[in-house]
């Protein structure tokens, strides 16, 4: 199976610790010709951590994708009805977006994108990146 061509949405959302791995894959997606449309969340696109400045991630993501990031709800709800990709991967996908996914919130371009991709039935790849153990304690 080849990804050359196919029109794929990458999100990245607020686990900042893995940018930079999340970053590399979405290289190497870039690399075998994927047509690649970066998504943040809120926190990922206006955040600076430890991890890095938001201007800094931002310009190399859309340096390497060659478009401009999808960041605000009202840009990413048009991504269904339009069949903008053949797959959506969130990498990283935090515990929080991860959260909200189960949980019907749509309230970021990342959630919102999630939900307009899913109408038309298509995959959704989630790089589930969390420090708390997706897990509850009984």
Known sequence: MTIENKKIGFCLTGSFC???????QLKKIVNL???????MSFNSYNCDTKFGKSKDFIDEIELITNKKIIHSI????????????????IAPCSGNTISKLANDIIDTPVTMAVKSHLRNEKPVVLAISTNNALSRKC
């Not at 893995?18 to 590399?24: A, L, M, P, Q």
């Not at 010709?33 to 998504?39: C, G, L, R, S, T």
């Not at 048009?78 to 959506?88: A, E, H, N, S, T």
């Open 18 to 24: 893995t940018f930079r791995k999340s970053i590399e």
């Open 33 to 39: 010709n994927a047509d690649v449309y970066p998504i």
């Open 74 to 89: 009202q840009d990413a709800e048009p991504i269904g009805p339009k069949r903008m990709f053949d797959i959506l991967i």
